[in-house]
Nanobody, 127 residues
Framework: QVQLVESGGGSVQPGGSLRLTCTAS?????????MAWFRQAPGKEREGVAA????????YYADSVKGRFTISRDNAKNTVSLQMDNLRPEDSAMYYC???????????????????WGQGTQVTVSV
């Protein structure tokens, strides 16, 4: 497994922006070939937000964040970032970084596909 550390959470007003970053360390050569962001709000199920593959730089987004969030990777630094713009109160949640060596077709936003997880960083969007 790879170790993941998130940073960049905080509080922001609706319409504002935040940038989350996850740094991966350890693990095998391909242990973070797919990296993703998930979130979980109190009383709700965990939701896949965005994922990014090393392979062809493919990215995947949940419908709820398309056009507002952008996931990007720096493979040299082994980091993945999530730029969140036009934030809404419903985006408030604990955000988790996850990594794995591969995911099944069509399941990049399924938490069951990932074997390494960070501790999470809180994002709060409120007036």
């Amino acid at each position: 497994q790879v170790q993941l550390v998130e940073s960049g959470g905080g509080s922001v007003q609706p319409g504002g922006s935040l940038r989350l970053t996850c740094t991966a360390s350890g693990g095998g050569k391909y242990s973070s070939s797919v990296m993703a962001w998930f979130r979980q709000a109190p009383g709700k199920e965990r939701e896949g937000v965005a994922a990014a593959r090393v392979y062809r730089g493919l990215t995947y987004y949940a419908d709820s964040v398309k056009g507002r969030f952008t996931i990007s990777r720096d493979n040299a630094k082994n980091t993945v970032s999530l730029q969140m713009d036009n934030l809404r109160p419903e985006d408030s949640a604990m955000y988790y970084c996850a990594a794995t060596n591969n995911v099944e077709y069509g399941r990049a936003l399924s938490g069951a596909q990932y074997d390494s997880w960070g501790q999470g960083t809180q994002v709060t969007v409120s007036v």
